[in-house]
């Protein structure tokens, strides 16, 4: 069956630095986009980052961008977020997510990984 297994959250100091994984199975991988979001207490689901089917292309929400960066690894059906700078309000449980290329919605989603961010 699919399954989104994501790893590597814990808790960091503001200023450090967390990569979480997300390994992938049960669905062609290198078919779906790839994306993490994230979901704070008390707040709605937010969108961080995606990458093409390939690899070739990201986006970042802003709140994020020049921070987070966002790989994937077909071969290894892997999809990975390097977290450099966090701030407290990175606190949150992050999630991958995959969507079918043209597709307008994501299909699959993981359970998540909290992510913790001290002063």
């Known amino acids: 069956q699919v399954q989104l297994v994501e790893s590597g959250g814990g808790l960091v100091q503001a200023g450090g630095s967390l990569r979480l994984s997300c390994a992938a199975s049960?669905?062609?991988?290198?078919?779906?986009?790839m994306a993490w979001f994230r979901q704070a207490p008390g707040k709605e689901r937010e969108f961080i980052a995606t990458?093409?089917?390939?690899?070739?292309?990201?986006y970042y929400a802003d709140s994020v961008k020049g921070r987070f960066t966002i790989s994937r690894d077909n071969a290894k059906n892997m999809v990975l977020l390097q977290m450099n700078s966090l701030k407290l309000e990175d606190t949150a449980v992050y999630y991958c997510a995959a969507r079918y290329s043209g597709s307008p919605q994501y299909h699959y989603w993981g359970q998540g990984t909290q992510v913790t961010v001290s002063s």
């Open positions: 049960g669905f062609t991988f290198r078919l779906y986009v």
């Open positions: 990458i093409t089917e390939s690899g070739g292309g990201t």
